[in-house]
């Protein structure tokens, strides 16, 4: 299709991007893998000590959602480069602190023992109880730093690239036309959206550094306090909006490449900015509903916790996934495995927040936070939301647009059914109050644990056949 | 149960959801209609569900913010409330005592002595009454009246390293208030 041969990337630029891409593809089915691994050792079906189970799922946690972050800045980055000036020597320098990270944090879970979720909650690290030991703990957290500091550098330099072309990153946003009649054109989409999500993760990814420089120094020098209240008000804000910023990256494919099938343009009205700029405010301001059941946190935090959830409903279900569902309505537009994957994700991150906004509600919490509801939310948008639109972007870059594959086909369609089943599981199992993150089950639980692995099967054999698929078509992707 | 409640919620507003996506992903493909009176027609409608949508979310959040779980932390406990200390520590519950009267009020003063735990209160049925975070430095306050008579268990729901699946304690509700009342101001200890 046309986009590339408008602003051309270097060869560099489009070598980083797809390997970003290729890692990803692979990372991904590994991970789902784990995930599977777990499902099926507490469905009883495998015998797992619990202390491998909790590194699983520490890698699980820690691999997802690092690997979630590597391919969101990629769609952020290939898009981007098309309006403002990136540096491509970033592109690779932050693969390189990520592949560093990687190594460390493998070795601290899998040669040194570390198990502490992905979360590393102080002060777990320094409590392995023989588990693990320091080292391990620091391994981990040493690997979360570069992977940051990584990071860190990307959004810096799509900061300085924003800022030099259009002026400010309120410009960025499109304030002059959101607050007042300002002049030309406003930043488009992609530019407002990266605008976004660099000022929240340098903000989360800050806070997040400050948290493992803490604990760091807490393992080493243990009378060194740390207020573990504080810790963990950092810890979920770092973790929210990190997660968060990763689906606010890949949504920006969906902007640019949908309208190319409806022919219909998808440009930033004042809705659409408003929308942006009350999703930048909210996604660093809800995360108190992380702490509803800490009880000794003020009030007004956990009610604003609440309220902000059920508000930043609107830009998303009202806003993204409603301009979306417009732009489609009757353009004719063509179905295939680009614009399925594409739209099962606007599908899959709209439906996957419902049970997440409910869950926000304090006397939903009561009864529902740390059981497999939670999982069961975050695992709807992000299998059947992130994850798709992930996959989508990757068949597009691989120039698949139009391809009538029976394999997708049939690809797609085990990938979106078992993907909603095996969430709804989880949430089901919420329902009837199981606990996440327990490694044994009681006899009771088993089943939902069974039923749900039989549907994980499925959805890592259809992400295979995505992942082979772009893998194999990398060949004969367009070279621009 | 509020379970019930809340799945049925849920489904309801997820099969909301799901039905206008499939109605869009059916007339996506049929042949195209100009954009500007599809765009009229559905900014109309979007301008109304924006206002139903912030009235709801106005009307429910007053509901269910009228009774928090927090109060007890607050200070504001329960006349003749029950108070049973809990610590939680890598892997089990210290409990000041471990039994008390059905329909009697225990106000569950938790906390933590090494990592964060979380303290979630199952009933006989194994459905989750409530909870509160066990956190080492602070005491969350959780206050709950138990009606049922029966063995009620004491979940960890906070990962807090390789046993968290195992740190259960049993907690015994006993039938006949008037005798157990007596039985109470003695205390029990059951660590
Ligand atoms: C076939 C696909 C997948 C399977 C079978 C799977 C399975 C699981 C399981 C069993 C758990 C632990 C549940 C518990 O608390 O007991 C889990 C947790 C988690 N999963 Fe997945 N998952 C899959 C896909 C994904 C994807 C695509 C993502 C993100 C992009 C993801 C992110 C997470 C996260 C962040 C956690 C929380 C880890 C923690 O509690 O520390 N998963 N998953
Ligand atoms: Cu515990
Ligand atoms: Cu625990």
């Known amino acids: 299709m046309s986009e590339a041969t408008l602003s051309p990337l270097p060869a560099s630029a489009r070598a980083g991007v797809l390997t970003y891409l290729a890692i990803s593809a692979l990372v991904f089915v590994l991970m789902m893998a784990l995930g599977l691994l777990m499902r099926i050792g507490q469905a009883d079906w495998l015998w797992m000590p619990p202390d491998i189970f909790y ?12 690997i979630s972050g590597l391919a969101g800045s990629a769609v952020m980055w290939y898009f981007l480069r098309r309006y403002v000036d990136l540096t491509v020597g970033i592109l690779w320098t932050n693969l390189a602190l990520f ?11 899998f040669l040194g023992g570390f198990g502490g979720a992905w979360t590393f909650l102080f002060p777990l690290p320094s409590h392995g109880m023989g588990a693990w030991g320091n080292a391990g703990a620091a391994c981990y957290l040493l690997g979360l730093m570069s992977i940051g500091v990584g990071f860190l550098l990307l959004y810096l330099d799509v900061a300085r690239a924003i800022i030099g072309k259009y002026g400010s990153l309120a410009n960025g946003l499109g304030w002059p036309h959101l607050f007042g009649r300002g002049e030309g054109e406003p930043a488009p989409p992609t530019v407002v959206a990266s605008t976004m999500v660099l000022i929240i993760n340098t903000a989360g990814i800050t806070a997040g550094a400050v948290v493992l420089v803490l604990i760091l120094v807490n393992l080493f020098v243990p009378t060194f306090a740390v207020d573990a209240l504080l810790t963990k008000n950092l810890t979920y804000f770092f973790g929210h909006v990190f997660i968060n910023a990763t689906i606010y990256q890949a949504v920006i494919a969906v902007y640019e490449i949908l309208p190319t099938y409806t022919k219909r343009a998808w440009p930033s009205s004042r809705v659409f900015l408003a929308a942006w700029t009350a999703s930048t405010i909210m996604v660093m301001s809800v995360y108190p509903h992380h702490l509803l059941m800490d009880f000794v946190m003020p009030t007004w935090a956990l009610i604003l916790g609440q309220v902000i959830s059920y508000m930043s409903g609107i830009p998303i279900l009202i806003v993204t996934a409603y301009n979306a569902l417009t732009n489609i309505y009757r353009s004719g537009m063509r179905w295939d495995i680009v614009s399925g994957l594409l739209f099962l994700s606007i599908f899959g991150w709209g439906v996957g927040i419902i049970p997440a906004i409910i869950d926000a509600t304090i006397a939903v919490n009561n009864v529902m936070h740390n059981t497999m509801w939670v999982p069961g939310h975050v695992h709807t948008y992000l299998i059947v939301g992130l994850v798709a639109m992930l996959f989508g972007f990757m068949y597009h870059v691989a120039g698949q647009n139009g391809t009538t594959k029976m394999i997708d086909k049939v690809a797609f369609w085990v990938y979106a059914a078992a993907g909603m089943a095996f969430s709804f ?20 639980w088993v089943e939902y644990s069974a039923t749900s692995s039989i549907f994980a099967v499925l959805v890592v054999l259809a992400a295979a056949v995505f992942a082979v698929r772009f893998l194999t078509s990398l060949k004969s992707a367009r070279m621009a | ?31 195209s209609v100009d954009y500007g009176p599809v765009q009229a027609k559905a900014f109309g409608i979007r301008t109304a569900l924006f206002w139903v949508v912030i009235v709801a979310g106005v009307l429910i959040t007053v509901i269910t913010t009228l009774d928090l779980p927090y109060a007890a932390t607050r200070g504001d406990v329960a006349e003749g409330a029950v108070k049973v200390q809990v610590e939680g520590r890598q892997w089990l519950w210290n409990l000041s005592q471990d039994s008390v009267a059905a329909d009697e009020t225990v106000l569950f003063e938790v906390t933590a002595g090494d990592v964060n735990h979380g303290l979630g209160v199952y009933g006989p049925n194994m459905r989750l009454l409530g909870q509160t975070q066990a956190m080492p430095g602070y005491v969350n306050s959780l206050q709950l009246t138990l009606r049922e008579p029966g063995t009620y268990k004491l979940l960890c729901l906070e990962y807090c390293g390789t046993a968290h699946h195992a740190m259960m304690s049993n907690f015994e509700v006993t039938a006949h208030p008037e005798h157990a009342a007596a039985a109470n101001t003695q205390g029990r200890d059951g660590a």
């Open chain 2, 1 to 31: 149960m509020i379970q019930e409640s809340i799945m049925l919620v849920t489904v309801v507003l997820m099969a909301v959801v799901t039905g206008v996506f499939v109605f869009i992903a059916v007339n996506a493909g049929k042949e």
């Open chain 1, 99 to 109: 592949l560093l990270g990687v190594v460390l944090i493998l070795g601290g879970i």
């Open chain 1, 425 to 444: 599981m989880f949430l089901l199992s919420g329902y009837v109050s199981i606990p996440r993150r327990f490694a044994e089950h009681l006899p009771e």
């Open chain 1, 55 to 66: 590194q699983v799922m520490t890698a699980h946690g820690a691999g997802m959602v690092g």
